[in-house]
């Protein structure tokens, strides 16, 4: 463990396998920060729970799914730590200490919490699990002492969070135990779904997953909106709102080319189809050797359960060591 | 570990040594429960800390106070397992998940919770880990599968929400892991302060410690309001609100003689003096032995410790096959 690298925590709740969309906004960016960072993976099954009470099967038969995804996407157990949340105690006895030095009305007041309750038509039956789920998020992040967090705009409100909380606990027991944290953005944080929706998601089913096959990913692509008024070849398109495009702008690596391809459709004459082979190439390229490391992966869960234990001990070993020094912090350590 | 006896979950939150309001209310019950039960007694600092923020040295100073009394009042330590909160993680693990099928309204509807955060003044800047307390109270009561839990009537609200918790939580998972319990009511259940205010409390300087010392007794009693019309002794006195008939209520063993003696006040001619020395002679012969026993052991801090320690382990044990079971019954046992 190098002191010299910064520490990274970031993860994903484990409701479903992963997608192209997450692939662009964050894991992408993680399998080059892990030769840069030591990096932790937290499968949150924990927070999943948050919403899904009834539906547990659903979040527990997604951790391996979701691991699967992290290693088939390019993600090294020898460099990255991935992780049960669930089986790390630390983070829910972070997460009591942490929950009273926030106040009920200014967790209500969160902007993503807000947005979250909104899509979920909670309205006033909000799972007190869930209103309280950016204080074990903060757990999460400082029990790692991570001071870069990987996070799409939307999640920048629960950084400021997390933030807020660890400066109100150092001035708490006048001692600087935890850490701040850096949000780091994505340069292309959101991918459209295929149907042009704003939101790729495997619930809207428009979501092109890690482990697609060749054919799915072809059908995909030809599905795919573009120009509605884009009738003859000729026509001249748009290409703002064209989801072609903007996948082309996630996945395309010649900028030139790029530049080339959205001057000759907004002139005319360049017919969807070739945009669309263009672009399906791309993504064969990509996911076929994720879809094959993924089906090596699968074939050997017991390895696979083998990663998760090994990151899970290693991660229980950092978390403990916090959670020892927030205790003693608090005069919590009677027995030491 | 016998499987006959009921199992009692009882405990005080540590923000000041007891006194005789608590030895009425519970501690005199709990003394006589562990010889029929299978006691724990929480030393409460988690929860302590929920509306300690800042004032954390208080409530880990008073650990040992608290424990002090609870020997001092004949509380045997190979018959009750007494504990210290803070250092078993597996409530803090049980109530996350209990925290998910608990709305925010629910909380809030809380009579208790209302009425405390009424007295506190806390108005909206309710910290978050106050308003969940009942919540972590929940797990206390149910990672020790309690099925008996003495309080006042102030807390049945309390028990009412663990067993909807309990209900919510069995029916969530499809067995019954959890076990509702019982709440058991004291005979006397709260004694005024030696002011006539009404409730006996440290912080309003109106108490008598289990601690105190023989002129400490004395002077309380001496001090106790009565009938403020009952000028002279041959005068007509009343009983209800008088603050020594209320210690006498609670402290006279003799039914028969404290029927005359209210008979005879409420006629005239009797003296307040003559009741208050016969109350100071039942404090005397009650707290006499009780200082003893708390200095004995306030002088052997060591082995005060070991007892907590002991105790502590002992309540990791139970509480952590509960979480075992909860966790399986959610799946989430992927290492097992």
Redesign the interface.
Known sequence: MSTAKPIILTGDRTTGPLHLGHYVGSLRTRVELQHKAQQFLLLA??QA???N??H??K???N?VEVALDYLAAGIDPRLSTIF?Q??V??L??L???L???????R?ERNPTIKEEIRLRDFE?????????YP??QAADITAFKASMVPVGDDQLPMIEQTNELVRKFNS??GDQILVECEAVLSAVTRLPGIDGKAKMSKSLNNAIHLGASADDIKKAVNRMYTDPNHLRVDDPGQVEGNVVFAFLDAFEPDATVLDDLKAHYRRGGLADSILKRRLNEHLQALLEPVRQRREQFAADRGEV?NI??QG?EKARLVASQTVYEV?AA???N??N
Chains 1, 2 share one sequence.
């Open positions: 099954d924990t729970m948050t919403d009470v009834g547990h099967q979040v527990t038969d951790v049960v669930s089986q105690p630390e829910a006895e997460t009591q200490y929950l009273n030095l926030v106040t009920v009305s967790l006033r039956d909000i799972p007190a699990g869930f209103l309280m204080v074990s708490t027991v359960m998760l234990r899970t205790k608090l005069g919590l009677y027995f």
